[in-house]
Nanobody, 117 residues
Framework: QVEFVESGGGLVQPGGSLRLSCAAS????????MDWYRQAPGKQREVVASITNSGITNYSGSVNGRFTISRDDTQNITYLQMNSLKPEDTAVYYC???????????WGQGTQVTVSS
């Protein structure tokens, strides 16, 4: 059974930090590219950070320099380190796994991040 368990969300003040984790099971983790998406109320889901199965990373302009995506293929976990958080980062954050052949993909259940004073 394929499962993605996300954790690490919560309430943080502007300027603070959070680290999200996405633990995968039921897949061969090393043949999946991993992404973090977010969806704010009333807005479309958007990709914020991606990491290929070989470790190449890419970021959206709104988080570049503040967020860092990483992966631990020995533990089947993807991380999103979020620093200098802003109120506009408030959203539900989802991890997404894309098979390297782009023939299948999976979504996590989402974790809420709220940036507010």
């Amino acid at each position: 059974q394929v499962e993605f368990v996300e954790s690490g969300g919560g309430l943080v003040q502007p300027g603070g930090s959070l680290r999200l984790s996405c633990a995968a099971s039921g897949i061969i983790f090393g043949i999946y590219h991993m992404d973090w998406y977010r969806q704010a109320p009333g807005k479309q889901r958007e990709v914020v950070a991606s990491i290929t199965n070989s470790g190449i990373t890419n970021y959206s302009g709104s988080v570049n320099g503040r967020f860092t995506i990483s992966r631990d293929d020995t533990q089947n976990i993807t991380y999103l380190q979020m620093n200098s958080l802003k109120p506009e980062d408030t959203a539900v954050y989802y991890c997404h796994a894309q098979h390297i052949t782009f023939t299948r993909d999976y979504w996590g259940q989402g974790t809420q991040v709220t940036v507010s004073s």
